[in-house]
């Protein structure tokens, strides 16, 4: 599913406009990229948390030279789903 395809879902089941919807989901994001950002966690209760990480560098060879070469990624964004949404998507039932 995409962006699109979730607002028309979401607009269709709350009786919103598309560009309603689409204004909540993108301010939606937003908010949770600019908590991310000061690195704070995004917590949504019986969905999961995101949060950033960091990574310390690593090393890989270059593919067609075989030089080894430094991969830097400072963080990384993890996403751990909740154990109510890991029960629902193995067939489990929202209490």
């Known amino acids: ?4 395809e979730l607002v028309d879902k979401i607009s269709q089941k709350l009786s919103l406009t598309k ?9 939606f994001l937003d908010e949770i990229i ?5 690195g704070k966690k995004v917590v949504l209760s019986n969905f999961g948390v995101f949060e950033v990480r960091k990574v310390d560098v690593y ?8 030089e080894r070469i430094k991969i830097k990624y400072p963080t990384r964004i993890v996403f751990r789903p909740s154990k109510t949404f890991k029960q629902i998507l193995n067939g489990g039932t929202y209490e």
Not at 1 to 4: A, D, G, I, Q
Not at 19 to 27: A, G, T, W
């Open 1 to 4: 599913m995409n962006k699109l």
């Open 19 to 27: 560009k309603d919807c689409r204004l909540v989901i993108d301010e």
């Open 34 to 38: 600019s908590t991310l950002q000061n």
């Open 59 to 66: 090393e890989r060879f270059h593919p067609q030279t075989g």
